[in-house]
């Protein structure tokens, strides 16, 4: 394992890519676990528009309200976190797989609804 410190700062980096932060007191945190996995930008009003993304390869419009981002990279497993933002809207995740999963937008009355602009971020891990 090698190890640097900078500015009272240990870095560990294992060779399976694991990189550890000791934090303040004797606390560490594995830098890799907490990085955004991806991320993504964009509109899925009357067509979907990414405005950047990082590891999706694609997004599919499934129906009004409802999209399919596709990972570049897959995840390890369905368990992983995706937090989503619209504006106005409320956002879900209706389901996931290690490939994709759907995002589904709601408005006020509860209605499905395509949504001007919308984000989100997948932690977990990568396959």
């Not at 907490?34 to 590891?55: E, H, V």
């Not at 709601?106 to 932690?123: F, G, I, K, L, R």
């Amino acid at each position: 394992m090698s190890v640097l410190e900078l500015n009272g700062r240990v870095f560990d980096a294992s060779t399976t890519g694991t990189l550890t932060l000791t934090g303040e007191g004797s606390a560490t945190t594995n830098v890799t676990q907490g990085l955004a996995k991806s991320w993504i930008q964009g509109t899925a009003a009357s067509s979907i528009s990414t405005q950047d993304s990082f590891n999706f390869s694609s997004v599919t419009d499934t129906s009004t309200g409802r999209i399919t981002p596709q990972f570049a990279n897959n995840m390890g497993n369905s368990g992983f976190s995706a937090p989503m933002v619209s504006n106005q809207l409320h956002m879900a995740l209706s389901s996931s797989s290690t490939s994709s999963f759907h995002l589904t937008a709601y408005n006020s009355s509860h209605s499905e609804v395509d949504s001007d602009q919308m984000c989100s971020t997948v932690h977990g891990d990568l396959a």
